[in-house]
Nanobody, 112 residues
Framework: EVHLVESGGGLVQAGGSLRLSCAGS????????IGWARQAPGKEREGFSC????????DYASSVKGRFTISSDHAKNTVYLQMNNLKPEDTAVYYC?????WGPGTQVTVSP
């Protein structure tokens, strides 16, 4: 059974940092891309970063480029999201997805 779980969310002041983790199981991690998406209150879920574990290629949305860094640890079947210079508008539930599955999400709250 495919399983993804996020961790590392929390409350941080504007300008602060958090590192999220997405641990995967039940599938061959190296064969799939893992993406991060977020959903703010009253808004649609939007994807903003993705890493292809097969070749290491990475994409970012303009809203996070230069502030967020995605990386992958194949030995741990885990993808990380380092978030720096956080802004109040980054407040959302953050989800990872891969192999047509989604994790339950982790809350990130950035105070002014």
């Amino acid at each position: 059974e495919v399983h993804l779980v996020e961790s590392g969310g929390g409350l941080v002041q504007a300008g602060g940092s958090l590192r999220l983790s997405c641990a995967g199981s039940g599938f061959t991690f190296d064969d799939y891309a893992i993406g991060w998406a977020r959903q703010a209150p009253g808004k649609e879920r939007e994807g903003f970063s993705c890493i292809k574990n097969s070749d290491g290629s990475i994409d970012y949305a303009s809203s996070v480029k230069g502030r967020f860094t995605i990386s992958s640890d194949h030995a741990k079947n885990t993808v990380y999201l380092q978030m720096n210079n956080l802004k109040p508008e980054d407040t959302a539930v953050y989800y990872c997805n891969g192999h047509d599955s989604w994790g339950p999400g982790t809350q990130v709250t950035v105070s002014p």
